[in-house]
């Protein structure tokens, strides 16, 4: 198990590391700081914005330095998962990075489903842009009115009419939807009754459809913590009676649960990698205030318990690098053994747990470090602890990921099945 930086992606890793610390983060702020609305409640960017985005996606593409995601496909670098994870990493100093590779979410789950799912007009209309930089994309499965954390209670109908599929219901949480370069919603929907003969995982299946259909209203932003985070946001949208063609169906009907597994489990690593890296700056942050403030006297590294912090801090970040590179190799060695990812869920459920919890320590430590300023919008803290602490609930909560890392556990000690 070979878990350590290969040759091929070790200039790349230093090549993307440069251009995040020297030019994406010297940009960062300035780029959030100012975005407005349009009528129908999405977000709008300005000039300045565009001008900061699209100018860092251009110099990445001339530099060959986009699409790192496609791993084992010949569509990009063709890099293992494990060697991803490496330049993962360096995209989570900040939250611009991962788009300006074409690497962010929910975009890089949406094209892997569109390219193994997708027939090819979904593939003509939509992937080629999303490989370009083009559009964003949005996913939309939870749902306000039941426990999504089980998506087998998903609610939100598609009923076949003719040639037709009607759709009704809400979604919320629908990252990426509030940005205006949303052009496709990859969405869940129930196409079989409940209370039916047909099995709970079969009753649930995916479509791809246009963002701006007739009857689509994006009724508002979801906050986190009382921000909205444009201008990615997290929208909470109604379809009323919207028609898309049979052809949206994404792989079959009541085939939904098969495609959400396909595109989750690539994006829990790809989240968890970027948590490694957001811990190690806030580890820096914290490091450098350490050193260069005094109280009492004495820097603050050498009052109180701040010298142990800073040793747990980094001993937590170690392990759980480690533990992600792991569960990226037990993906790839399932990929190389025919693409049954089925052997490698219960580590990717495991660092689903372990690494936004670590990056929130440590995350927590450096505010404290920092005091008054490290909740303030003077560092880049507050932002980051917002975005992990949403990461324990996205692409399922901490509980469920337990629940399966236990059952598979407990399944070595008993005769029958444990459910």
């Given at each position: 198990?070979?878990?350590?930086?290969?040759?091929?992606?070790?200039?790349?890793?230093?090549?993307?590391?440069?251009?995040?610390?020297?030019?994406?983060?010297?940009?960062?702020?300035?780029?959030?700081?100012?975005?407005?609305?349009?009528?129908?409640?999405?977000?709008?960017?300005?000039?300045?914005?565009?001008?900061?985005?699209?100018?860092?996606?251009?110099?990445?593409?001339?530099?060959?330095?986009?699409?790192?995601?496609?791993?084992?496909?010949?569509?990009?670098?063709?890099?293992?998962?494990?060697?991803?994870?490496?330049?993962?990493?360096?995209?989570?100093?900040?939250?611009?990075?991962?788009?300006?590779?074409?690497?962010?979410?929910?975009?890089?789950?949406?094209?892997?489903?569109?390219?193994?799912?997708?027939?090819?007009?979904?593939?003509?209309?939509?992937?080629?842009?999303?490989?370009?930089?083009?559009?964003?994309?949005?996913?939309?499965?939870?749902?306000?009115?039941?426990?999504?954390?089980?998506?087998?209670?998903?609610?939100?109908?598609?009923?076949?009419?003719?040639?037709?599929?009607?759709?009704?219901?809400?979604?919320?949480?629908?990252?990426?939807?509030g940005d205006p370069r949303c052009a496709v919603y990859i969405l869940m929907a129930r196409t079989a009754p409940r209370d039916g003969d047909v099995p709970r995982h079969s009753q649930h299946s995916m479509f791809a459809i246009p963002a701006n259909l007739p009857g689509v209203t994006v009724l508002r932003a979801m906050e986190v913590f009382g921000n909205d985070d444009a201008p990615h946001g997290h929208m909470h949208i109604r379809?009323?009676?919207?028609?898309?063609?049979?052809?949206?169906?994404?792989?079959?009907?009541?085939?939904?649960?098969?495609?959400?597994?396909?595109?989750?489990?690539?994006?829990?690593?790809?989240?968890?990698?970027?948590?490694?890296?957001?811990?190690?700056?806030?580890?820096?942050?914290?490091?450098?205030?350490?050193?260069?403030?005094?109280?009492?006297?004495?820097?603050?590294?050498?009052?109180?318990?701040?010298?142990?912090?800073?040793?747990?801090?980094?001993?937590?970040?170690?392990?759980?690098?480690?533990?992600?590179?792991?569960?990226?190799?037990?993906?790839?060695?399932?990929?190389?053994?025919?693409?049954?990812?089925?052997?490698?869920?219960?580590?990717?459920?495991?660092?689903?747990?372990?690494?936004?919890?670590?990056?929130?320590?440590?995350?927590?430590?450096?505010?404290?470090?920092?005091?008054?300023?490290?909740?303030?919008?003077?560092?880049?803290?507050?932002?980051?602890?917002?975005?992990?602490?949403?990461?324990?609930?996205?692409?399922?909560?901490?509980?469920?990921?337990?629940?399966?890392?236990?059952?598979?556990?407990?399944?070595?000690?008993?005769?029958?099945?444990?459910?």
């Amino acid at each position: 198990m070979d878990l350590g930086i290969s040759d091929r992606v070790r200039p790349l890793r230093d090549a993307v590391r440069q251009m995040v610390r020297e030019e994406i983060m010297p940009l960062d702020v300035e780029y959030h700081h100012e975005v407005g609305k349009h009528p129908d409640g999405r977000f709008a960017f300005t000039d300045r914005q565009n001008e900061i985005r699209e100018g860092l996606k251009a110099k990445a593409r001339e530099r060959g330095l986009w699409n790192f995601w496609l791993t084992d496909s010949e569509r990009g670098y063709g890099l293992s998962t494990v060697e991803y994870a490496y330049l993962a990493e360096e995209m989570g100093w900040c939250t611009l990075a991962a788009e300006v590779f074409n690497c962010s979410a929910p975009d890089t789950g949406n094209m892997e489903v569109l390219e193994r799912y997708g027939a090819q007009e979904h593939k003509d209309e939509w992937l080629g842009d999303l490989l370009e930089g083009k559009i964003r994309s949005a996913f939309l499965m939870t749902e306000p009115d039941v426990a999504s954390s089980d998506a087998t209670n998903l609610e939100f109908s598609a009923v076949k009419d003719g040639d037709e599929w009607v759709f009704n219901g809400e979604k919320y949480w629908s990252s990426g939807a509030g940005d205006p370069r949303c052009a496709v919603y990859i969405l869940m929907a129930r196409t079989a009754p409940r209370d039916g003969d047909v099995p709970r995982h079969s009753q649930h299946s995916m479509f791809a459809i246009p963002a701006n259909l007739p009857g689509v209203t994006v009724l508002r932003a979801m906050e986190v913590f009382g921000n909205d985070d444009a201008p990615h946001g997290h929208m909470h949208i109604r379809f009323e009676n919207v028609r898309v063609p049979a052809s949206a169906l994404l792989l079959g009907e009541g085939r939904g649960f098969e495609v959400s597994q396909g595109r989750l489990g690539p994006g829990r690593i790809h989240h968890c990698m970027r948590s490694v890296g957001q811990a190690e700056r806030a580890l820096e942050l914290m490091c450098k205030r350490s050193v260069s403030r005094t109280a009492f006297g004495r820097p603050l590294a050498k009052l109180g318990a701040n010298y142990d912090i800073i040793a747990e801090c980094r001993i937590k970040i170690e392990q759980s690098r480690l533990l992600c590179l792991k569960a990226a190799w037990m993906m790839d060695d399932c990929i190389a053994k025919g693409g049954d990812l089925r052997p490698a869920q219960p580590w990717i459920s495991q660092i689903k747990v372990a690494a936004p919890n670590m990056a929130l320590h440590v995350i927590d430590e450096a505010m404290q470090m920092h005091g008054g300023v490290g909740v303030s919008q003077d560092t880049p803290l507050a932002a980051m602890y917002a975005g992990m602490r949403t990461l324990r609930f996205a692409d399922g909560p901490d509980a469920v990921h337990r629940m399966q890392v236990a059952r598979k556990e407990l399944r070595g000690y008993t005769n029958q099945s444990v459910k």
